[in-house]
């Protein structure tokens, strides 16, 4: 990414894509994943997807494959237009061992087939929960996402 986007932005996207797949190479798919460690107690209150035209759906769990899993945000019709932030109908406090068709778009029909990559671009693709938390004291429940 570096080299296609420079290093402000490239070491970033560099980045993420080793945190989210070892050894920096992302399998292909229709679906991606990547999990994050929680750094310190914290409460949620809300949070939103933020994606490119290509983003179909979203979706950030707690405790992801396990018993205590517990979904924050769901948002199975993406919509680019509508990317709002959602109040979570309660707070969820959460802690440090949590974590875890470009044909059918107008604007990309008439580019060629390509790998999507993650990128700045309209036709690139990311996709990220951003989450409203504020710092906790210890004690209280804790959740991984």
């Known amino acids: 990414m ?3 986007f420079g290093p402000d932005l490239g070491e970033s996207a560099d980045r ?8 920096g190479v992302p399998k292909p798919g229709n679906t991606q994943t990547c ?7 914290m409460t949620l209150f809300a949070g939103f997807g933020h994606m490119r ?3 179909r759906a979203i979706k950030v769990e707690l405790n992801p494959g396990t018993p205590n899993a517990k979904v924050v945000l769901d948002v199975p019709q993406f919509d680019f237009d509508n990317q709002r ?21 107008p604007q990309l029909t008439k580019l060629p087939p390509r790998y999507v990559v993650w990128g700045d671009g309209a036709s690139d693709e990311m996709c990220t929960g951003i989450m409203t938390v504020s710092p906790r004291k210890s004690g209280g429940s804790v959740e991984r996402v």
């Open 2 to 4: 570096t080299k296609r």
């Open 16 to 23: 993420q894509v080793e945190e989210c797949n070892p050894g």
């Open 35 to 41: 999990d994050q460690k929680v750094p310190a107690p």
């Open 53 to 55: 035209l290509l983003g």
């Open 85 to 105: 932030l959602m109040t979570l109908p309660s707070p969820v406090e959460i802690g440090p061992r949590d974590a875890r068709p470009r044909r059918q778009l």
